[in-house]
T-cell receptor, first 108, second 112 residues
Framework: RKEVEQDPGPFNVPEGATVAFNCTYS??????FFWYRQDCRKEPKLLMS???SGNEDGRFTAQLNRASQYISLLIRDSKLSDSATYLC?????????FGTGTRLKVLA | EADIYQTPRYLVIGTGKKITLECSQT?????MYWYQQDPGMELHLIHY???????EKGDLSSESTVSRIRTEHFPLTLESARPSHTSQYLC???????????FGPGTRLTVT
């Protein structure tokens, strides 16, 4: 089992939809958690850190469920510009462990 | 915006050449990382450093080497490039707490 697992998608959703991604993790990747956004052929950009209490930034909400070992990202009112690959990452003892990413395509 | 830079952004080079990919950051971050990523594929950690004179190999076996003589600089060297080295190389850094990691724009390497 991979240390951080994501559904690769793609998720094709209409503009304005709400979409949620989950990411499961193992104990070796469990100190802190993050969501990154990566556009095609670009570097990953930090979208948000994930806190135990959950956190929200505009249309984006991230939550952490330690009991079930997963983190989630909710995007409300999807925009065409949200189309990208979303990577979850866990911070282990000495390194970040990335999932393979979930592709999102928002359709007009 | 993170202040982390990579040069060159694109490099096409012949087999057998020695190349150095540059990475520098102006944030004073102690920790720096090199990842390799093929198009549409996952990130693979190939090297990391916790500070000056500290370097470690990552998860993916790589024929490259790194050095960390200055805090802000973490170059990656390939002594003899091969077509199998064709990939995107991403440099990243994080502060001592290691909580948030920032990536450079990447170097897209093609070995012919």
């Amino acid at each position: 089992r991979k240390e951080v697992e994501q559904d690769p998608g793609p998720f094709n959703v209409p503009e304005g939809a709400t979409v949620a991604f989950n990411c499961t993790y193992s104990n070796s990747a469990s100190q802190s958690f993050f969501w990154y956004r990566q556009d095609c052929r670009k570097e990953p950009k930090l979208l948000m850190s994930v806190y135990s209490s959950g956190n929200e930034d505009g249309r984006f909400t991230a939550q952490l469920n330690r009991a079930s070992q997963y983190i989630s990202l909710l995007i409300r009112d999807s925009k065409l510009s949200d189309s990208a690959t979303y990577l979850c990452a866990g911070l282990g003892t000495y390194k970040y462990i990335f999932g393979t990413g979930t592709r999102l395509k928002v359709l007009a | 915006e993170a202040d982390i830079y990579q040069t060159p952004r694109y490099l096409v080079i012949g087999t057998g050449k020695k190349i150095t990919l540059e990475c520098s950051q102006t944030m004073g971050h102690d920790k720096m990382y090199w990842y390799q990523q093929d198009p549409g594929m996952e990130l693979h950690l190939i090297h990391y450093s916790y500070g000056v004179n500290s370097t470690e190999k990552g998860d993916l076996s790589s024929e490259s080497t790194v050095s960390r003589i200055r805090t802000e600089h973490f170059p990656l060297t390939l002594e003899s490039a091969r077509p199998s080295h064709t990939s995107q190389y991403l440099c990243a850094s994080s502060d001592a707490t290691g909580f948030e990691q920032y990536f450079g724009p990447g170097t897209r390497l093609t070995v012919t």
